[in-house]
């Protein structure tokens, strides 16, 4: 299914003619209608959790889903830049149409990107960290069918051996054959080897090729099989009955071979440190025309003696809506703050135990890379839950799942900062 158009089209700054346009949505059509079996995830570092801040390049550790390897060239071709302003930061914001085409998984995708003021990047850079975070997410949707997940039993029972296919490394291929890899990954050299009795594959631009197609110098992300022991969860956790607690076995995946090397259309950079340089705006969760920016953060409640502390005033609602707002803060008090939105409307926010005075007084001494003093003028992330019926403008201290001050930064070059 491999149409060679595609190829002109990976950087597609300008608009597609309307037969170009009409041919793609035909394609993703049919391609988004497969079924899906399974889903996967990448992991992105949104949230801090120690003092020493460092700002995470993005790690692909993936649980592969359900759909078959379509020859799509990572859907670059779908992706189109609309234009780009100055925003009320003073920072470069992109609109960019075609992301949703990224994944079948996606959920609240963004389609504005702003560039963080001290990175430098035209137009044609910023394409193309967009088009590389584009095919991260579809690799999510590729493999599963291909190499689906199996166990010792076909119904799996606790202890059983299971075994299934994830995305392991990201990095740039030094040489190798179809029954061995070594890559550069950027800290180390890593040599990988195939299962016994097996030979590696190779994937591009959405069709199987040669392993002797992939040359030195390529970006490749490597399919390993993994194995691992299943546990049964009903069989843990409380026991009414003794009042007991059994909790699961912790074991760590064991790694059996690497099975598949997927060649990505970019240099190495651009799915690594220069995924840093720019920040997703999508709409806020539960928020509707509202627009959230996805930073790095620190908690600023609960904390309740830490990061990742839980709120003990929040209530559950069974029928609640889960919320999220971004933005300003414009007045603040010890238990009290006023957020403007990046749309101009006022949310106002409390908490118990005058929580913003105590994380300002016993927790911002410990970020000694950062000011992460909360006060006027600091960007801060409010997720919260509300019944269906409550005002989204106004949160209260048991509605509140988490407040965290907004970061940004590049590392390792440039130090982290206040958003």
Known sequence: MKDHTFDAQIIAATPHSDKTNSFVKGVMKKITTQP?????????????????IALAAFVAVVVLGGAVYAAVHFAPAFIQMLGKETNNR??????????????????????????????????EEVQKIIQAKCELKWLQDVPGKKWP???????????????????????TYKEGTDAKATLDTGNNIVNFAAPQGEKISAFAAGQEIPTSDIKPGDTVFTVSRVSETYHDLSKYGWNKSTNEIREAPHEQPKVIGLIALFKMSLPYEYYMEKQQYVTEIPECSGNPGELCANTASIDVYPRNGGEGAANPYRQDIADGVFRKITGTVTE????????????????????????FKVYNQDYTGAYTDVDATLKVGSNIAVRYNQPKDADAKKITKEQVRMVVLQLEGLNPKKSVKPY
């Open 332 to 355: 603040l008090s010890d238990d009290t703050l006023t957020l403007k939105s990046r749309k101009g409307n006022l949310y106002t926010l409390t908490v118990g135990d005058a929580g």
């Open 90 to 123: 003073g920072a470069t914001e992109y609109s960019f149409a075609g992301i949703k085409e990224c994944s079948t998984n996606n959920y609240n995708v963004a389609e504005r990107f702003e560039v963080k003021k001290d990175a430098n990047l035209s137009d």
């Open 149 to 171: 997940t199996y166990g010792t039993n076909a119904e799996w029972k606790d202890g059983d051996t299971i075994y299934y296919t994830r995305l392991d490394m990201l990095g």
């Open 36 to 52: 899906s079996q399974h889903r996967g995830f990448v992991n992105w570092l949104l949230h801090l959790h120690k003092p020493a």
